[in-house]
């Protein structure tokens, strides 16, 4: 069976929300993903195909799917849209030249008609690193705070040391449609 084809037999039930993970490769999404689950982050390779974990968040229990991709499957996240409840996109706070990147691949997420009105959740991420933007330069350069259609948060945070990923995620759980007894997250990882 393809992982498409497991995917789409994942149907949303009572008790479950869906939140897709994306952002470019090397933003922290694996690394993210390790903290959360308390594990070692000191080594982190890029994922090659797919990783999936379950893990317990403040009562919510996460079936977390790492998948690896490049930029030449980007086209394909669409896939993954269905019966999406809330959108994290992790953002790479110290690289500054891929903001514009990142921005055009968040902009053209937000203009799909399966992720319409879903809530958005930026990760800004690295913000242990000395030369990270600060989340409120990050929003305005990825045009944040035009965004009217859904409610979005961006929250700094550092992966690495995991200032900020509990901010964010009880954001994410309490947004409105969101159910809060079980939560399926879907991590897409570009590597």
């Known amino acids: 069976m393809g992982l498409l084809s497991l995917l789409r037999q994942l149907k949303k039930s009572d008790g479950e929300a869906r939140i897709l993970v994306l952002g470019l490769d090397n933003a922290g999404k694996t690394t993210i993903l390790k903290k959360l689950s308390d594990e070692d982050v000191t080594t982190i390779t890029p994922t090659q195909g797919f990783n999936i974990k379950s893990l317990m968040h403040e009562g919510f229990k996460l079936n977390v799917w790492d998948i690896g991709g490049q930029k030449s499957i980007r086209p394909y996240w669409r896939n993954y849209f269905d019966q999406t409840d809330c959108l994290l996109y992790v953002i790479d706070s110290a690289d500054r030249k891929r903001l514009e990147e990142t921005g055009d691949e968040l902009s053209k997420l937000l203009e799909e ?11 800004a991420n690295k913000q242990d690193l000395l030369n990270a933007l600060p989340a409120n330069e990050v929003a305005e350069g990825l045009n944040l705070f035009s965004i009217r259609d859904r409610p979005w948060q961006i929250q700094p945070c550092s992966a690495k040391n995991g200032t900020g990923l509990q901010d964010g995620m009880e954001w994410l759980v309490k947004q409105p449609g969101t159910v809060r007894q079980k939560a399926t997250v879907l991590f897409l990882c570009i590597w």
């Open 113 to 123: 008609d399966k992720l319409a009105g879903v809530p958005l959740l930026v990760l």
